[in-house]
């Protein structure tokens, strides 16, 4: 079985409005980085995720890079040109993740010091931050991943870094929609990003937003986004300045998705338990979550192998062999994200566990990410779950 169209991982789903909004800012030539659709866009995000102020950004990972530095400016001060906000100090990270969580901490010259993960939502694990905290005192700023639009264990997460003082920015790139305890991700961070990237839950085409409760920090950060220009008649600088603010035409787009974010949430639950009743009986789990406590928005249905079941042979399989057979079927899956602490560019870099155990690397050897597209029909995904089972067939 080979589909003529791709199925692909996580692809845009549009709806029509957006081209409604691109060109109504082509017709009002609001063509710049100012306009109705980002003001739209903006009262909505802050809205929905509820916080008081969202700042259209040029993508996640510039929401990332602003938030990093606020949360260095705010620990040691507006550093001189050419110096990065951190001074070379350490920074509690995801491990398993998107580089793009984590990479502005090395554009602002800090340290990245690498958190395992835990098996209950494959999120930092707040044993191993614990841990970080007695190894390595004096670290003040914690970034930490929503993985797959699976909320992490925010309270505990939150409470450790009151207790050493600590600075947490949240990215909640991949999480946009989902709730802790009642509450939207984006807004339990002192600095939070979202993202609007082609492959989101919704998107763009590419995009971010800043969330925050401070007006002030809204103020810094649209500010650093346009070049950190003062109120002068002429171009006058005190801080550096980037060119990071969402375009309208983009907004546009950003705009006639917003409305569509809880159906493609919906979409999402229902692949993620089609894959779970798919794949029942097969000795693998689906990426868990916190049911209790938490709603993901199932941005990627992810599966892991159980560990006996690994190899060649009646009964077992290897990501590697499921991931060639989805592939040969025109689809898309995908390893799971590599962990930072086993990527060449933080090679030395410090990685804490829990309790010796490498969580992060076990998942990445023996998880995927299956085809999760919302475009994606339940005939299709039943062709896919019969190939994962063909797979343990030997
Ligand atoms: C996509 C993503 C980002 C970066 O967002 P962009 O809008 O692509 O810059 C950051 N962190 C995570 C976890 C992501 O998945």
Redesign the pocket.
Known sequence: MRFEKRVWLASPTMHGDELRYMQEAYETNWMSTVGKNIDEVERQVAEKVGVKYAVALS??????HLATRLAGVRLFGVPKAGEGSLHGQKVFCSDM??A??LNPVAYENGEAVFIDSERDTWNMDPVALEKAFEIYPDVKLVVL?H?YGTPAKVDEIRAICKRHDALLIE?A??SFGASYKGVQTGSFGDFN?I???G??IITGS???MYLTDSKEDADRVRKWSTQSREPAPWYQHEEIGYNYRMSNVIAGVVRGQLPHLEEHIAQKRAIYERYKAGLAGLPVQMNPYDAANSVPNFWLSCMIIDENAIGEGRGKATPAKILESISAMNAEGRPI?KPMHMQPLYAGHAFVTASGDDVGADIFARGLCLPSDNKMTPDQQEAIIATIRECFEG
């Open positions: 993508a996640g990972t510039a929401a990332l993740t998107f793009a969580t991943v993985l990215d790139a991949e990003a993202s609007f990237n492959n989101k590419s995009g971010g994200w």
